[in-house]
């Protein structure tokens, strides 16, 4: 639910109250023909990508997909709106008696292609991207406040977000959220290490490589890549630009990202008088 709201705080999609699958009464209002025709506009051949990953022959490939796919007819398939960022910031809160406080700060990030994005990916896995990362230790291994603490960047095709996430009590609530607020203006204000730097390039480089250890992975990789990039990305090209990402890159896009308006949403007991912003 928490990502729900902080997604319609971003994207400006869905009024509060409503997921992001939609309201519950249109939902129930869906027929096998509605399915049916939903099918129909958007699974064609226009927007169909097949990955293969591993050991295979590309003209048993070629072979089994005309086998399979050769007589599959379709439209010119859907077109997709433009995705574009909300440009009013909201807070977002929802009022639950659950166990846990969930609290979400949302910023804009980088489009998916963008070459700030490797600087990002950077300053994220120093921030909040690892057990070794700023809000891990200090908010749960130092304070002890929160069960799970972490940020990540996600990228689409025209716009993207950062996500700063924090589980905790609803006691602790408030104080996680200034704490997470104080170490982002850190970064933001005060910059980032050489040996933080370092460290973060190097552990972003090797996660890269063994995310791409196994044929699923690669597959994943490159079909997403050639669906949204229109083109299949070198693994080694990314090692490269993650190399090349300089400290003050680093500290640039820190900056400007976070000096602009951030949107946030909060789930749990009593949270409506919780000050995110």
């Not at 796919?69 to 008696?97: C, M, S, Y």
């Not at 602790?172 to 933080?196: F, M, S, Y």
């Amino acid at each position: 639910v928490a990502y729900d709201l902080i997604a319609s705080a971003m994207f400006g999609k869905q009024p509060l109250g409503q997921t992001i699958l939609g309201p519950r009464e249109l939902i129930a209002s869906y027929t096998r023909e509605d399915i049916l025709a939903f099918r129909a506009r958007h699974y064609s051949p226009m927007n169909t990508c097949v990955a293969i990953a591993g050991n295979f022959d590309l003209n048993q490939v070629k072979d089994l997909m005309a086998q399979r796919f050769g007589d599959w007819t379709g439209g010119a398939g859907e077109i997709f709106p433009v995705n574009a960022v909300n440009q009013r910031p909201q807070t977002l809160t929802a009022d639950k008696d659950t166990e846990q406080a969930h609290i979400c700060l949302g910023y804009r990030g980088k489009p998916l292609g963008d070459a700030d994005a490797y600087p990002m990916a950077v300053f994220n896995s120093i921030l909040g991207g690892g057990m070794s990362s700023r809000l891990f230790q200090r908010i749960r291994e130092e304070m002890g406040a929160a069960y799970s603490v972490y940020s990540f960047p996600s990228t689409y095709t025209n716009c993207g977000t950062f996500t700063v996430y924090a589980g905790t009590s609803p006691e602790t609530a408030q104080q996680v959220a200034d704490e997470l607020l104080r170490q982002i203006r850190l970064l933001r204000d005060g910059g980032v290490t050489q040996e933080e730097f370092d460290m973060a390039k190097e552990q972003l480089k090797v996660s890269y490589v063994l995310g791409l250890e196994s044929s699923s992975a690669r597959m994943s990789a490159i079909g997403r890549s050639k669906l949204l990039r229109g083109h299949a990305v070198d693994p080694q090209d990314v090692i490269r630009k993650i190399k090349a990402v300089t400290k003050e890159d680093v500290e640039r896009v820190a900056h400007r990202m976070f000096g602009r308006p951030f949107s946030a949403s909060a789930v749990g007991r009593n949270i409506d008088g919780l000050k995110l912003l």
